[in-house]
């Protein structure tokens, strides 16, 4: 089974969110699953480089209301899924987040980017039509 991973972006935030977004989701994702972060290599002059990410992860964009659907959605070719609510764009530390998220429930917040990962069928079923960032 060929896995794959995606982020998706809502396009119409600033391309400065955009990218704030799809590094917290990414780091996400290597929270979750440690095993798709590659060992630490050297370069040719022996420094040590921290390993990265051993699979592609594009960064794609759609709107909110595609979001919300990807945020929410369930099966079974989708291992892991991360979403950037409103509740972290609005946070200014992660108590005040954990805080906002505890009175929330998921479905009545805007979402502002996803991470998908699973099964690339899957994956690209899922996001196939949506444009890179």
């Given at each position: ?31 979750a ?35 919300r659907r ?64």
């Amino acid at each position: 089974m060929e896995l794959k991973a995606v982020i998706v972006v809502d396009h119409g935030l600033p391309a400065g969110l955009q990218a704030n977004m799809a590094a917290v989701l990414a780091l996400s994702l290597g929270r979750a699953k440690p095993e798709l972060v590659g060992a630490d290599t050297r370069d040719a002059d022996g420094q040590l480089l921290p390993g990265i990410v051993t699979l592609p992860l594009p960064v794609l964009r759609t709107d909110e209301a595609e979001l919300r659907r990807l945020g929410t959605h369930r099966e079974p070719g989708l291992h892991w899924s991360a979403v950037y609510t409103a509740a972290a764009l609005k946070s200014k530390t992660y108590t005040a987040y954990s805080a906002a998220l505890a009175n929330a429930r998921i479905e009545n917040l805007p979402v502002h980017a996803v991470l998908l990962f699973g099964e690339r069928r899957t994956i690209n079923r899922l996001s196939g039509g949506f444009r890179l960032l």
